[in-house]
């Protein structure tokens, strides 16, 4: 399947869509955390268990912890991508914040903590899967536990993902009693497993041919934003005849990229493409 992308294509509809989705996963992470896991003292592991945290140890409101420990990452996420971007990931935490902070004084909707540490994790992953489906939650913002799973992690960031999770479960165990402990592991596996199949179509593989006249500008562009090697098939010709070039990347990526682009050719024409792996390799091989 192919999807070809123009100058000003980009529908007033989808932005609205976008814009709506973002907010609505917010509010489901809000609601999450507030209604089921936070009055059972269930921490779900991440930004979100963290925060949780500190707000059971200071008694102070999840939302301010949520905002605090969260804006970091869209500060970081700044540098790296477009500023249209970074507003719709500002966008996503604005929307949880203010729900967790409008919700934080109504009674939970279970007495179960098994039922709670259940429908928690789910409604907190499946937030989480909508936001970054969205663009509102991107690298570590949301929760860096989950985000990743749009675009895999490194082995470093494994290994400090699993290490923040482990500490903070362990903490919450010794604090609320390690029965509270098991009831946050299902939380958290049934969150991450919520986010894993809200983003199961954005991991695949992307093609992606890029057509413009600025082919070297757009390289660079591609390696510095989105740290993306592209591959030129045809060099511009002396009288101004436009070049290709070809990389690969998630769906999820295929709007920044485009944006991208766009930053630095208005008229170029970008084609995506699914395709698997083997193919892939062939047309690296050629």
Same mark, same amino acid.
């Given at each position: 399947?192919?999807?070809?992308?123009?100058?000003?294509?980009?529908?007033?509809?989808?932005?609205?869509?976008?814009?709506?989705?973002?907010? %609505?996963?917010?509010?489901?992470? %809000?609601?999450?955390?507030?209604?089921?896991?936070?009055?059972?003292?269930?921490?779900?592991?991440?930004?979100?268990?963290?925060?949780?945290?500190? %707000?059971?140890?200071?008694?102070?409101?999840?939302?301010?912890?949520?905002?605090?420990?969260?804006?970091?990452?869209?500060?970081? !996420?700044?540098?790296?991508?477009?500023?249209?971007? +970074?507003?719709?990931?500002?966008?996503?935490?604005?929307?949880?914040?203010?729900?967790?902070?409008?919700?934080?004084?109504?009674?939970?909707?279970?007495?179960?903590?098994?039922?709670?540490?259940? +429908?928690?994790?789910?409604?907190?992953?499946?937030?989480?899967?909508? !936001?970054?489906?969205?663009?509102?939650?991107?690298?570590?913002?949301?929760?860096?536990?989950?985000?990743?799973?749009?675009?895999?992690?490194?082995? !470093?960031?494994?290994?400090?993902?699993?290490?923040?999770?482990?500490?903070?479960?362990?903490?919450?165990? +010794?604090?609320?009693?390690?029965?509270?402990?098991?009831?946050?592991?299902?939380?958290?596996?049934?969150?991450?497993?919520?986010?894993?199949?809200?983003?199961?179509?954005?991991?695949?593989?992307?093609?992606?041919?890029?057509?413009?006249?600025?082919?070297?500008?757009?390289?660079?562009?591609?390696?510095?934003?989105?740290?993306?090697? +592209?591959?030129?098939?045809?060099?511009?010709?002396?009288?101004?005849?436009?070049?290709?070039?070809?990389?690969?990347?998630?769906?999820?990526?295929?709007?920044?990229?485009?944006?991208?682009?766009?930053?630095?050719?208005?008229?170029?024409?970008?084609?995506?493409?699914?395709?698997?792996?083997?193919?892939?390799?062939?047309?690296?091989?050629?």
């Amino acid at each position: 399947m192919n999807t070809i992308l123009r100058s000003g294509d980009l529908p007033r509809g989808r932005k609205a869509l976008r814009i709506i989705g973002v907010i %609505a996963g917010g509010l489901l992470c %809000a609601v999450g955390l507030e209604l089921f896991l936070m009055p059972h003292k269930l921490v779900p592991g991440g930004i979100a268990g963290l925060s949780a945290l500190f %707000a059971h140890v200071t008694e102070m409101r999840l939302g301010l912890f949520l905002f605090l420990f969260n804006l970091p990452f869209i500060l970081i !996420s700044r540098r790296q991508i477009h500023l249209r971007f +970074a507003l719709y990931v500002m966008l996503g935490l604005v929307c949880l914040t203010a729900g967790s902070l409008a919700l934080h004084h109504y009674p939970s909707l279970t007495g179960e903590p098994l039922t709670a540490s259940i +429908a928690g994790g789910l409604s907190l992953g499946f937030g989480i899967g909508i !936001s970054i489906r969205f663009g509102g939650m991107s690298g570590g913002a949301g929760d860096p536990g989950y985000a990743f799973l749009g675009r895999g992690p490194t082995k !470093s960031a494994e290994i400090v993902i699993m290490v923040l999770n482990c500490a903070i479960l362990l903490f919450g165990g +010794a604090l609320f009693g390690w029965d509270q402990a098991m009831y946050s592991i299902i939380a958290y596996l049934l969150a991450f497993e919520a986010v894993r199949i809200s983003l199961r179509d954005l991991a695949r593989t992307r093609a992606v041919w890029i057509t413009s006249t600025r082919p070297e500008e757009i390289r660079r562009v591609l390696r510095h934003k989105l740290e993306r090697e +592209a591959k030129l098939v045809s060099a511009p010709g002396p009288q101004g005849q436009p070049g290709t070039l070809f990389c690969i990347a998630s769906k999820l990526e295929e709007e920044e990229l485009t944006s991208l682009v766009r930053s630095c050719d208005q008229d170029s024409e970008i084609v995506f493409r699914t395709v698997n792996r083997s193919r892939l390799a062939a047309i690296f091989r050629d």
